[in-house]
Each structure stands twice: as structure tokens, then as C-alpha cells.
């Protein structure tokens, strides 16, 4: 049975501290106004701490559905919060260090990033499409916003407009698909709408309802062809920003796809412990297609980028592409793949982007150009980037490597070959691009020869995220078991 | 109770013209008024389902959507204010400084 309003408010306290360091924040602006100050950034790190906290100490905690039945607490749900909260306090460390943020309004900026993070623990947990179409659009306008928060510099705004109208007009195509779904079974919670689809004959409107509702969650992931807004948004945007939204949003979009398709238009087949598909709708070899297209499209393209943002902009395309690959399998394993996969891709990611704010602090550059030599400049940056990159690429014995493994592991046992093949020669393309960067590093000779400093806060930062990307290579079983105990979903 | 079937119809006619708005105009400030149809054309389909159905959530979930389209709204053209500063123009085939 979903608890009550007042019976579930004990069982949201990572919300509600996420929530009251919002409105911390509020005050903090009000009262401090545009000065700068450190104060909104630790209040954020504070509160973002709490909420962490709090999300571990539900792990324990039997699944349970809350809010009459809109948010679910489950493994699941616990293991995407946990994330994405991690996610932002990287983010706020990486915000604080950026020089291109320095002189903005700072509580405001932690304001919308700490919404996002709010949006993104709903959306992860939401049972019911009005819950669920609430938080996704808690984490898009707050997005649009950041995206843009260097205003009156052409590009942030520029990408920002691009943002608003990709994700409106997706948000208005995925929402008709629920208004499908809603007349075709008369409910708006995942699970009945589930049962019912699961029961009834297969139909044209239940078909179209897939493929919108597709559309608004491929955007948020930014798979191919809904991936247009992605390169533009991440160049544009402050550096931190692109980092947030290649790793927090688009994880919490993994987990809504997830969640939402494996109830809704399938039904947990309790002999095997896998899922059945609903009948009508072959979603799995859609998206098999999409995945194996957006992984070609992500990394081709990323070939002959030279700015190095919009390179990781397309990289992150290609990495969504990979995790799709554990989606179509309907499989607790292939989940526990994805799952595995994005712990691995935040700290390489987070990681290569940190290295990007901390050389454009100095050279005010993204090109690649700017980064020859920077192995003599800035030696602890640029082993440090070399060891993200290769993690990304997926060469033993960095994370990354594993991650695919278990990924392809699981592809290859359900038998799907093909779709092995591709993201195998997708892999061997991306590792042209990522040692092009680390063979400028530090094959040729820099242009200019001053040394760029570290200071020691950001060398500690970037160690806190490669330590994990290269032990997760070698000593991986406590995370994967993580994973595993975070299948679990719950659809009451 | 009516049968919904006209307001469906209604509700695809509207949903239609927003997504060949935002398809074939050029101007921003279109575009967003044409996602704004889009999201009237799923009102009308949540409330003619709901009012059949003798279910409120169906309304409900119209009033939802109506706030977040003011959001969004609110927060599009404010972007839009912005870019028009920098650009003089709301054309988004002439936002080009960022491109393949």
C-alpha cells in the first residue's frame, strides 16, 4: 500500500534537506545580494553533503511507495539519488574553481544548480507521469538557465536559446504521449498504466505513445536523433554547467527511461527475473537501433572536432550510445551494466571536464591547439587528463574498460552480435580522438612555454576523482554489488 | 458524458498545427508560441479523457501542465529578451556562432 502525505514526508528527508538548502540559498542572496562570496557555495555543499547522507542511510530501508503512490523509494531510486548527488558536489567544487563564473551572481547560480539536483532525485523516483512530467521539467528550466548564465556572452546565450526550444517542443511531444496513455487505460500511475497495456491488444495510439514519450526521454539522455541541442549547449555553456548536464541530467534521464519503459510497456517475468515485453510495442529493437546510431554518430563526428568541449559533447553522445546497449536487453543484468557504467563515466567525465576549466582559467581556450605541450606546463593536469581519457576510451586497466566489459558481456549473452560489432568499432574510433588530445599534450612542443599552476585544492579534486577511476579498474566488486542490490524497482 | 472522440480529434488538430509550427518557422518567439498550442492540444485531450472518464486527475494533470507552460514560458522569452540584446535578432537560423 503507498504511505500517506505525513507518513511519507520521514522517508523523504534527502528532498527536503536539498529543499531547505534552497531556500537557505534564497535567503543568502537576499541578504548578501550580488557580492562574492564563498558562503553560497559551501551552504550548497553542505546541504548537498546532508542530502547524501541521509540517501545512504535509506539503503537499508525496505521499498516502499510514497505520496499515494507518486514516488517510490526503492534500490533504484537510492542508487540514482546517491549519484547525481555526488554528481553536484563535484559540480559546486569544479563551479568554484572556474574562473569564467567568477564575478556572476553566486547564490543564484547554486539555486538552480541545487534545483536541477531536486528535479533530478524526483525524477529518478517517480511512479506516476504527472509526478514524473513535473520533475523532468524541474530539471529542464533551471537547465536552460544555467546554460545561459553568462549572459551577454553570445555564446552561453545562444546555446541557451537553442536549449529552450529543443527541450519545449520535446517535453510537448512526450507529453501527448502520456495524454495517450492516460485515454488508453484511464490512469496515470506506471504500474496500472503497466498492467493494463500488458492485458489489452496492441494498438497504433500505444505505439505512437512509445515513440513520444522516446523523444522527450531522448533528448534528456541526448541520443541520436535527438541529440541536435547537446554539442551546442555543452559548448556554449559554462564549463561546470557542460560537466553538470553530461552527468547528472543525463543520469537521471537513464534512470526515468529505464523505469518508465521496463513497467509501462513491460512486466517483470518472476520465473527468470527478466522482463517480458508488453504486446505491440518491439521498443527493445528501436532502441537497439537508436543505440547503436547514436554510438556512431557521437563518435565519428567527435573525429574532427577541435574544440574540446564540444569533442566531449560529442563523446558523452557516444557514451549515452554504449549505455543504451544494457537498456534494450531486458535483462537485471544489462541494468546493472547501465548502472555500472554511469558510476565509472561520472568520475571520467567530471574528471576530464576539471582539467578543461582548470587550462581555460589560464589560456581563456577550449582548442585542442592550445593544448600542445601542456605535459611540460601543467605535468599534473595533463597526466591526469591522459588517465581520464584513456578510462573514457576503455583500455585496460582503467574503469572505463570495465564498464564496457560488463556491458558487451551481457549484449554477447543475450546474443544481440551485431549490435556488439558496432560499439567494438565504435570503440576503436574514439580512441583516435582521445589520444589525438594526449599526443598534443605531449608530443608537441608548446607555443608558449610558461608554466601553468595547480594550486593544491584542485590537485586534491582531481586525485578524489582519479583515484576512483583507476582503482574502479582493478578493484571493482563492492561497486558492481552496489548495482546489482539497485536493480530492484518497484511498481506497485 | 460526450464522447471524446471529437475533442481527440481536436486535441491532434491543435498538436498538429504547434508541431508544424516548430517545424517550419524561423522566429523563436513563433516557436515557442507554437509549443505552447502543443502543450493546449494535450490539455484538451487530459480533460476530455478525464471529464469521460468521470476522473479528475484528468483535469488535474491539465493544471500541471498549464503552470509549467507559464514556467517555461516565463523563462524562453527572458532568454529570448537576452539573445535579441546581443543579436538584434530572435531568428534562430541566424544563430550560427556555434555549429558542427
Not at chain 1, 537547465?143 to 517535453?171: C, D, H, I, Q, W
Not at chain 1, 572536432?305 to 564540444?310: A, C
Not at chain 2, 509550427?21 to 508560441?33: D, E, P, Q, T
Request: with cysteine.
Amino acid at each position: 500500500m503507498p504511505l500517506g502525505n505525513l507518513a511519507s514526508l520521514s522517508h523523504f528527508l534527502p528532498e527536503l534537506a536539498v529543499t531547505a538548502t534552497i531556500l537557505l540559498l534564497v535567503v543568502a542572496h537576499v541578504v548578501g545580494g550580488n557580492r562574492q562570496s564563498a558562503v553560497p557555495a559551501i551552504l550548497s555543499l553542505a546541504g548537498v553533503g546532508a542530502a547524501l547522507l541521509l540517501t545512504a542511510l535509506q539503503a537499508s530501508v525496505p521499498a516502499k511507495s510514497l505520496f499515494e503512490g507518486m514516488v517510490a523509494l526503492d534500490g533504484f531510486a537510492v542508487f540514482f539519488k546517491a549519484l547525481t548527488a555526488l554528481a553536484t558536489i563535484v559540480v559546486v567544487f569544479l563551479s568554484m574553481e572556474s574562473e569564467e563564473l567568477a564575478g556572476r551572481s553566486q547564490a543564484e547560480y547554486y539555486i538552480f544548480l541545487l534545483s536541477v539536483l531536486l528535479g533530478m532525485f524526483l525524477l529518478s523516483a517517480s511512479t506516476d507521469i504527472v509526478m514524473l512530467y513535473l520533475s523532468l521539467e524541474l530539471v529542464s528550466i533551471p537547465s536552460y538557465l544555467l546554460a545561459g548564465y553568462l549572459k551577454g556572452g553570445g555564446r552561453s546565450t545562444e546555446a541557451a536559446t537553442k536549449y529552450v526550444v529543443f527541450g519545449a517542443t520535446a517535453s510537448g511531444v512526450m507529453i501527448y504521449g502520456f495524454s495517450l496513455l492516460y485515454g488508453m487505460t484511464g490512469s496515470t500511475h506506471l504500474g496500472e498504466i503497466g498492467r493494463a497495456l500488458a492485458q489489452g491488444e496492441a494498438t497504433t495510439p500505444m505505439f505512437l505513445a512509445a515513440v513520444m514519450v522516446a523523444v522527450g526521454f531522448g533528448y534528456k539522455i541526448a541520443a541520436v536523433p535527438f541529440h541536435m541541442w547537446s554539442p551546442d549547449v555543452y559548448e556554449g555553456a559554462p564549463t561546470p554547467i557542460t560537466a553538470f548536464l553530461s552527468v547528472g541530467p543525463k543520469a537521471a534521464g537513464f534512470a526515468v527511461l529505464v523505469r518508465f519503459f521496463y513497467t509501462v510497456f513491460a512486466t517483470p517475468d518472476a520465473a527468470s527475473g527478466a522482463w517480458v515485453l508488453s504486446p505491440g510495442v518491439d521498443w527493445t529493437a528501436l532502441f537497439a537501433v537508436l543505440s547503436a546510431v547514436t554510438m556512431s554518430v557521437g563518435n565519428l563526428i567527435a573525429v574532427k572536432q577541435d574544440n574540446v568541449k564540444r569533442l566531449l559533447a560529442y563523446s558523452s553522445i557516444a557514451h549515452a550510445g554504449y549505455m543504451l546497449m544494457g537498456f534494450v536487453l531486458l535483462s537485471p543484468a544489462g541494468i546493472k551494466a547501465i548502472l555500472f557504467y554511469l558510476v565509472v563515466y561520472l568520475f571520467m567525465n567530471l574528471g576530464a571536464f576539471y582539467v578543461v576549466i582548470l587550462v581555460a582559467n589560464r589560456t581563456r581556450s577550449e582548442e585542442i591547439a592550445d593544448y600542445s605541450g601542456l605535459g611540460s606546463r601543467a605535468p599534473f593536469a595533463a597526466v591526469s587528463l591522459a588517465i581520464f581519457l584513456f578510462a573514457l576510451t576503455g583500455i585496460p586497466p582503467f574503469s572505463g574498460f570495465i564498464g564496457k566489459v560488463y556491458l558487451f558481456a551481457e549484449v554477447i549473452n543475450k546474443g544481440v552480435y551485431w549490435l556488439a560489432v558496432v560499439a567494438a568499432l565504435n570503440s576503436v574510433v574514439s580512441l583516435y580522438y582521445y589520444a589525438r588530445i594526449i599526443k598534443v599534450m605531449f608530443l608537441e612542443d608548446p607555443k608558449d612555454k610558461s608554466e601553468i599552476a595547480v594550486p593544491a585544492f584542485p590537485r586534491a579534486v582531481l586525485c578524489l576523482l582519479a583515484i576512483p577511476t583507476l582503482v574502479l579498474g582493478v578493484y571493482w566488486e563492492p561497486v558492481i554489488r552496489m548495482a546489482e542490490n539497485s536493480v530492484k524497482m518497484i511498481a506497485f | 458524458m460526450m464522447e471524446p472522440s471529437a475533442y481527440l480529434l481536436l486535441s491532434g488538430i491543435l498538436f498538429g498545427i504547434g508541431v508544424a509550427g516548430v517545424v517550419a518557422r524561423k522566429n523563436a518567439l513563433i516557436v515557442i508560441m507554437s509549443v505552447e498550442i502543443m502543450l493546449n492540444g494535450v490539455n484538451v485531450a487530459f480533460i476530455a479523457v478525464g471529464s469521460h472518464l468521470g476522473d479528475p486527475t484528468g483535469s488535474v494533470f491539465a493544471f500541471m501542465v498549464m503552470t509549467v507552460a507559464a514556467a517555461e514560458a516565463a523563462v524562453g522569452l527572458a532568454i529570448l529578451i537576452a539573445i535579441f540584446r546581443l543579436k538584434e535578432t530572435v531568428d534562430i537560423t541566424e544563430l550560427s556562432v556555434l555549429k558542427w
